[in-house]
Nanobody
Framework: QVQLVESGGGLVEAGGSLRLSCAAS????????MGWFRQAPGKEREFVAT????????AYADSVKGRFTISRDNAKNTLYLRMNSLKPEDTAVYYC??????????????????WGQGTQVAVSS
């Protein structure tokens, strides 16, 4: 079972940028498709972005498309989420997650079996 640890969250002004990282250990990183999800206070956890095991396929939530970029470095066992043009509504705890590798990409959180502990992102207006 792969273990996941997120980092890179923080407080940023609207319009700013952050890059989240998710370090994987205890498993073979290329066995997994990866995803980013987020959960704002009082709301359900929602899909943000996902990437296939080779990095060839990606998908994004409409709310972040064009602003966020998901990527992975399989040599470093690390997943990234570059977030530009941040908005106050992007404020949430961001989680990375792993699911079995596939050429398809998965948006449903129920497809993911391994989760990190989350990192807080706060965007001030």
């Amino acid at each position: 079972q792969v273990q996941l640890v997120e980092s890179g969250g923080g407080l940023v002004e609207a319009g700013g940028s952050l890059r989240l990282s998710c370090a994987a250990s205890g498993g073979t990183f290329t066995y997994y498709n990866m995803g980013w999800f987020r959960q704002a206070p009082g709301k359900e956890r929602e899909f943000v972005a996902t990437i296939s095991w080779l990095g060839t396929n990606t998908a994004y939530a409409d709310s972040v498309k064009g602003r966020f970029t998901i990527s992975r470095d399989n040599a470093k066992n690390t997943l990234y989420l570059r977030m530009n043009s941040l908005k106050p509504e992007d404020t949430a705890v961001y989680y990375c997650a792993a699911t079995s590798r596939s050429t398809y990409v998965f948006r449903n959180l129920r497809d993911y079996s391994n989760w990190g502990q989350g990192t807080q992102v706060a965007v001030s207006s």
